[in-house]
């Protein structure tokens, strides 16, 4: 049965030290294939790799550099560990590739915001609001930060 089968398979079952095997020897024979790196990423995620999730999802960027959702989840890992800088850098770079992409917009305006940025989180989530105009939390996260720039200068 070919490799790549086996860590479908393993994948469906959450096997994910399989997967981690079977994804990392097909991403040596040809690591230009995104969609192996995707599903690495994945296990790494499942399993709980940090380091190694911000490994993968930086080289899915640097091979698709479209990939609204790779920026989204690696701008998260970021924020998550609180490393709030890189996590804006990367939902920065997401919005510069993606516009549309209408999350990138709404996490970079949370992280902002919690950071009492007000202004980039109030522009950041009239970004979301011009993409998902029933975002109505945005809305009110956006007013909020308007009030603090009035209050907080």
Same mark, same amino acid.
């Given at each position: 049965m070919p490799i790549r089968t086996l860590g479908a398979i393993a994948h469906k079952m959450a096997r994910?030290?399989?997967?981690? /095997?079977a994804y990392e020897w097909l991403i040596v024979q040809n690591p230009d294939e995104v969609g192996s790196h *995707?599903?690495?990423?994945?296990?790494?995620?499942?399993?709980?790799?940090?380091?190694k999730l911000i490994g993968a999802y930086?080289?899915?960027? *640097?091979?698709?550099?479209?990939?609204? +959702?790779?920026?989204?989840?690696?701008?998260?890992?970021? +924020? *998550?560990?609180? /490393?709030?800088?890189?996590?804006?850098?990367q939902y920065r770079a997401g919005i510069k590739a993606t516009p549309?992409?209408?999350?990138?917009? !709404?996490?970079?305006?949370?992280?902002?915001?919690?950071?009492?940025? !007000? *202004?980039?989180?109030?522009?950041?989530?009239?970004?979301?609001?011009?993409?998902?105009?029933e975002g109505t939390y945005a809305f009110s996260r956006s007013c909020q930060a308007a009030f603090s720039l009035d209050t907080e200068g």
């Open positions: 994910w030290d399989e997967v981690i /095997d *995707r599903i690495l990423a994945s296990a790494y995620k499942a399993k709980g790799q940090d380091q930086t080289e899915i960027i *640097r091979l698709d550099p479209s990939s609204s +959702v790779a920026y989204t989840n690696l701008g998260n890992i970021y +924020v *998550r560990l609180k /490393d709030y800088n890189k996590g804006v850098s549309e992409f209408e999350l990138l917009h !709404y996490n970079l305006g949370n992280v902002l915001f919690t950071q009492k940025v !007000y *202004r980039p989180a109030m522009d950041a989530y009239m970004g979301y609001l011009k993409l998902a105009p």
